[in-house]
């Protein structure tokens, strides 16, 4: 009877054991499983995001193509245009007590100024005279332009001495600051704009443009679909993605609007 007994014992012993073992491998199983779904996974995410910038580079870099080449058509044909029809009014031989003297005169300056418009937008577009003349110029060029419309008043504040920026990292700042002066000029009702430039010593830069203008609701805006402060906005969260640089937004309604995109240069 004894001897039954430890077979009995032995038999759920041994039953028991096989079990946890059998859990046991199991739960490795399951455990080995997650493991490899979460590897995947994390993989496809990987793969994902390098396509989508990818994709992103691409527009951009057409984007950019598109614009150089306008600017190029702008300055070889309609300029010239411009300039060669500048010259035959010169020429007319119109005295002064003619009653067409005036407005011809009137049509000259209006040509002239066209004319002068025409190559600062040209050069705007230009991404090559980015390059060449550094951030900070260009955009002190820029807001010359501004000024003389007498649209905004502006104060400029240039802080330390600028660093070399890689090309497309300067060229995607300049085309932020052109879109955040856009969105000012044409939506916020602004009378005075502050555009700030800090170079620091640890090789960060930071770009900050603030307006007195009506503001609006960030969330909002961001969230509606095909608005044109909405694609805006995106349009400078992909450029500032594109470059590791992070873009703020702060504004409320009645409070106007402070954009600042900072850059590690490493």
Known sequence: MQDQNKEIYFIIFTGT?????????????FFFYQ????????????????????????QLEIQETTMKTIAQELHDNIGQSLSVIKLWMSMAP????????????NSKEMLQKVIRDMSELTKSLHTDRITEIGLSEAIRFDLAS??????????????????HFPEQQSIFIFR????????IIKHSQATHVIVSLLYSDNDN?????????????????????????????????????????????QSEPGKGTSISVKVPLN
């Open 94 to 105: 119109i005295d002064k007590d003619h009653e067409a003297f005036e407005g011809v005169q």
């Open 205 to 249: 830069f930071e770009m900050t443009i603030q307006d007195d203008g009506t503001g609006f609701d960030v969330q909002q805006k961001t969230e509606t679909p095909g608005g044109s402060g909405g694609l805006g906005l995106k349009s400078m969260r992909n450029r500032a993605k594109m470059i590791g640089a992070h873009l703020s937004i």
């Open 176 to 183: 932020m600051y052109q879109e955040m002066m856009n969105n």
């Open 146 to 163: 501004i000024r003389r419309a007498g649209i905004l008043k502006i104060h400029f504040d240039n802080q330390n001495e600028e660093f």
């Open 35 to 58: 493991r490899k779904r979460q590897k995947q996974e994390k993989e496809l995410m990987r793969l994902k995001e390098e396509y989508e910038q990818e994709v992103l580079r691409s």
């Open 17 to 29: 054991l096989l079990a946890l073992l059998l859990v046991g491998f199991i739960m490795a199983m």
